[in-house]
């Protein structure tokens, strides 16, 4: 598959874009006009720039409002159309896009329409000139692909075809299979666009809320195994607008950019071989044989089984183990040749990892997972544009595979056991995987905070390279305003992460976490739990007594289970699958831990709670920065 960009979705200067396309790998780019206007390159430079970088020059975008018009109006466009041809002519590229007319078209009238695009393509075809007519979601007459098609068949012209945008046909609602219908040779340009459901008008979702395909929610997997059925071979192309792509890191964009096509190729040549009838259905290798676009695939991995271990770092660790003692883990001792520590509870794992750490306060550094096979899922990421996360080691420790995630955090793929036992804990010391007197507890789920700009990649990270899948999106109140949850997670619930987009003020700074996030571990009894860790000293994130004078009203509790709810700081929420009761410690850094206990087939994460959650930390938060201004 041919991979495309229009610089509209990144940020910079034209020269800035078209070398973060080639640094990513694209095949090609469309040259969005405006970047060009703006440019102090000129035509023939961009040309020369383009060949130089190995960048195709695929597409000229967009030339706005020509059909359907007044007479007068079509003598100034195709005057306007041909500068426009002599400019590709410098630039030495041969498409252009020509979108519905939104604005100036007077004449809802097919003939006229047919009549004024063949003279446009007449005119094209004297200047060697392909002419990509696409139906605009909003288009004022034509706002439907298969309108803009049956325009194209009635013109019958060499040099008019038809330009397929996932965008304008998806949010439409436009069924897809008819796309299988277009012959191939009328279809000049595909361009692809992902987008969550909004509810809105289509013009505002399109400009501000675009998304790169694994990053919203539209069946694009779908909309181009059409497309490859019809015959397509040419550029698949990202056209993105999106106010936070426009704002972010170009080259890092543009590597993100990369990575959801590689998915989209994936996850479009499963869905070919899912459908397709025939002896050899349901293998990837059958939908490469039998279209002319070849679809690559990566290295198929399996979800991950759970959570290895999860890696906090600091400079002072003193307060960290502190409150996991109090919590009950076990201190299991220091890595032999390294300043790190183990702590344990159960098959719970914690590495306090005090290594390149100075002046840094606790914060979440590292999460590992038990998977098949670390060397492929390790090789899969890679190919997926992920950066590998250098590790030293020594003779006789274990070789972990390491990835960066898009906050950067570092993903370690580990080998996982049938009876939850790891290997590398012998680097600490002998008889580590001995039964605990003390509770049992696992890893239930790890709350990450995302800087604002890398939110929607984390997403496409999570999804392609570790298999998780992404639930409905939520929105949590707090004092700092709506806080958006994005839980990612195996089909099992094995492993669950909790990506919230931090607020812009507290994710300035990248390169060393200042918002708050958590590990949350559940134990069989919770109660038990917390009067042993109040009985250790623990400070418990103190509740409002109003919490438990709604929980009362809302659920009806036995009083004395309600009572020892408000004792220990406990919070509850249930719903037709059962009941859930946690319990957040206090913050040390930007790290807290919560304990849970899931009754029955409970499946949340206590969200009527959070509210409550988010405003005792912002008081507690206030309370601390004003005591020390005093």
């Known amino acids: 598959m041919r991979t495309g960009i229009a610089t509209v979705c990144l940020s910079g200067t034209l020269k800035e874009k078209m070398q973060a396309c080639a640094i990513a790998g694209f095949d090609g780019i469309e040259i969005f006009e405006q970047d060009l206007v703006t440019s102090p390159l000129s035509p023939e430079d961009v040309r020369k720039m383009a060949a130089d970088l190995g960048l195709g020059l695929d597409l000229y975008q967009p030339f706005r409002d020509f059909d359907g018009v007044t007479p007068d109006l079509l003598k100034a ?30 004449i809802d009238d097919d003939g006229v329409r047919a009549e004024q695009l063949a ?35 009635m013109v019958d012209h060499p040099n008019l075809g038809t330009c397929l945008d996932s965008f304008h046909i998806l949010s ?9 219908n277009i012959n191939a040779d009328k279809i000049f340009f595909v361009q692809v666009a992902d987008a969550p459901k909004l509810s809105m008008d289509v013009l505002s979702w399109s400009r501000h809320y675009r998304v790169f395909p694994g990053e919203g929610q539209f069946e694009l997997a779908k909309f181009m195994g059409h ?19 426009r704002q972010s890191d170009v080259e890092r964009t543009a590597v993100d950019a990369m990575r959801s096509l590689i998915w989209l190729e994936e996850q479009s040549a499963k869905w070919l071989a899912g459908t397709d009838a025939g002896s050899d259905a349901g293998s990837p290798a059958a939908a490469r044989r039998r279209y002319p676009m070849e679809l690559a695939t990566l290295p198929k991995v399996n979800e991950p089984a759970g959570f290895n271990f999860a890696e906090v770092k600091a400079d002072d660790t003193a307060r960290l183990e502190k409150l996991l003692g109090q919590l009950g883990f076990q201190f299991e001792g220091r890595h032999r040749t390294k300043d790190v520590q183990l702590w344990t509870m159960g098959q719970a794992r914690v590495i306090i990892n005090e290594q390149a750490a100075q002046h840094a306060e606790p914060a979440i550094a590292a999460l590992g997972f038990d998977v098949d096979s670390p060397v492929i899922a390790s090789a899969r990421a890679q190919q997926l544009k992920a950066p590998v996360v250098a590790r030293k080691v020594q003779a006789d420790e274990e070789v972990f595979q390491g990835i960066s995630a898009p906050d950067s955090t570092e993903i370690f793929l580990c080998q996982g056991s049938p009876d939850g036992t790891a290997a590398w804990t012998h680097e600490f010391g002998e008889g580590l995987e001995h039964p605990s007197a003390g509770a049992r507890a696992v890893i239930d789920h790890v709350n990450l905070a995302q800087p604002w700009q890398h939110f929607d990649e984390a997403v496409l990270f999570y999804t392609s390279a ?12 707090s004092p700092s305003g709506l806080v958006r949850s994005q839980v990612m997670q195996t089909s099992d619930a094995a492993v669950r992460l909790v990506l919230n987009l931090a607020p812009i003020q507290r994710a300035r700074n990248e390169a060393r976490k200042t918002y708050q996030e958590h590990i949350a571990f559940a134990v069989a009894d919770l109660v038990a739990t917390a ?11 103190q509740i409002p007594a109003n919490y438990y004078e709604d929980l009362d009203a809302r659920f009806d509790l036995e009083p004395g289970f309600l009572a020892t709810l408000q004792e220990l700081n406990l919070l509850f929420d249930r719903d037709a699958d059962g009941e859930f009761l946690h319990f957040y410690t206090a913050t040390v850094g930007s790290v807290f831990f919560e304990m849970v206990e899931r009754r029955g087939r409970y499946d949340g994460y206590g969200a009527p709670n959070a509210p409550v959650r988010h405003a005792v930390q912002y008081d507690s938060l206030h309370r601390t920065s004003q005591t020390a201004k005093h």
């Open 77 to 106: 466009n195709l005057r306007r159309a041909e500068a426009k041809f002599k400019l590709m002519a410098r630039l030495g590229m041969d498409t252009i896009l020509v979108c519905s007319n939104v604005a100036t078209a007077t």
């Open 119 to 153: 003279q446009l393509a007449n005119l094209a075809g004297d200047h060697g000139v392909k002419v990509a007519y696409e139906a605009l979601a909003w288009g004022k007459y034509v706002n439907d692909y298969e309108h803009a098609y049956r325009l194209v068949e």
């Open 172 to 180: 439409r609602d436009w069924d897809t299979a008819p796309i299988e």
């Open 227 to 245: 497309v490859v059925r019809a015959g397509y071979t040419g550029p698949v192309s990202l056209e993105v607008f999106n106010d936070v792509f």
């Open 466 to 477: 570790l298999a998780l899948e992404p639930q409905p999106f939520a929105e949590v109140p």
């Open 531 to 541: 009067r042993a860790a109040r009985e250790r000293g623990l400070e418990f994130l």
